[in-house]
């Protein structure tokens, strides 16, 4: 069985940073593209980065986030990181974690077949 669980979500002052996991049990991740997406209160849910595998080795941004946050994958742990630099109240949401078993990045694409329940980011001064 496919599990995707996120965790490094907190409340943070702008200007800080945060590291988000995402770590996927039940399937080997190496050889697909994996998402990071974020919702926020009464707002559509967003794209915010994808990594395809090492072969392909191709990383997307959206472009709120561009700059600020770098996505890095660790094959040997199956986990995927969402790194977030220079954070803004604009960022506040809960992040979500998602893959299929396709080795593509399409940020517009949200029928992602295995998803996790999100981690909660905050934030605020």
């Known amino acids: 069985q496919v599990q995707v669980v996120e965790s490094g979500g907190g409340l943070v002052q702008p200007g800080e940073s945060l590291r988000l996991s995402c770590e996927i049990s039940?399937?080997?991740?190496?050889?697909?593209?994996i998402y990071w997406f974020r919702q926020a209160p009464g707002k559509e849910r967003e794209g915010v980065s994808c990594i395809t595998s090492e072969v392909n080795n191709i990383r997307i941004y959206g472009d709120s986030v561009k700059g600020r946050f770098t996505i890095s994958r660790d094959n040997a742990k199956n986990t995927v990181y969402l790194e977030m630099n220079s954070l803004k109240p604009e960022d506040t949401a809960t992040y979500y974690c998602?893959?299929?078993?396709?080795?593509?990045?399409?940020?517009?694409?949200?029928?992602?077949?295995?998803w996790g329940r999100g981690t909660l980011v905050a934030v605020s001064s």
């Open positions: 039940g399937i080997s991740i190496q050889y697909y593209a």
């Open positions: 998602a893959f299929h078993r396709i080795d593509v990045c399409n940020l517009k694409y949200m029928n992602q077949d295995y």
